[in-house]
């Protein structure tokens, strides 16, 4: 079964730092425009961080200037640095190709940000 497997996440104190790591499972990577998503309790899944296959990047507001997304090709990874985090970047975090496509998501990561 094609799908990404995202490494662990994990508790940060606010102000913090996390990288997190995500694999593709496929043949085709390279191609792609790669993404990271977020999903808080009792809210809708959200883009946050994108990446083209020109590695032209592109953020949600609420993340821009403190989260960096890239990509590995030869790794088929994609990775998210998320620096200065805040109790709202609370969520589980997860990769899938933009736009997504249902086959593809992994389990996810749960990213908490707490004191």
């Known amino acids: 079964q094609v799908q990404f497997v995202e490494s662990r996440g994990g508790l940060v104190q606010p102000g913090g730092s996390l990288r997190l790591s995500c694999i593709f499972s496929g043949t085709i990577f390279s191609t792609y425009t790669m993404g990271w998503y977020r999903q808080a309790p009792g809210k809708q899944r959200e883009l946050v961080a994108a990446?083209?296959?020109?590695?032209?990047?592109n953020y949600t507001d609420s993340v821009r200037g403190r989260f960096t997304i890239s990509r590995d090709n030869a790794k088929k990874t994609v990775y998210l640095q998320m620096n200065s985090l805040k109790p709202d970047d609370t969520a589980v975090y997860l990769c899938n190709v933009v736009p997504p496509h249902n086959n593809y998501w992994g389990q996810g990561t749960q990213v908490t940000v707490s004191s």
């Open positions: 990446i083209t296959s020109g590695r032209t990047t």
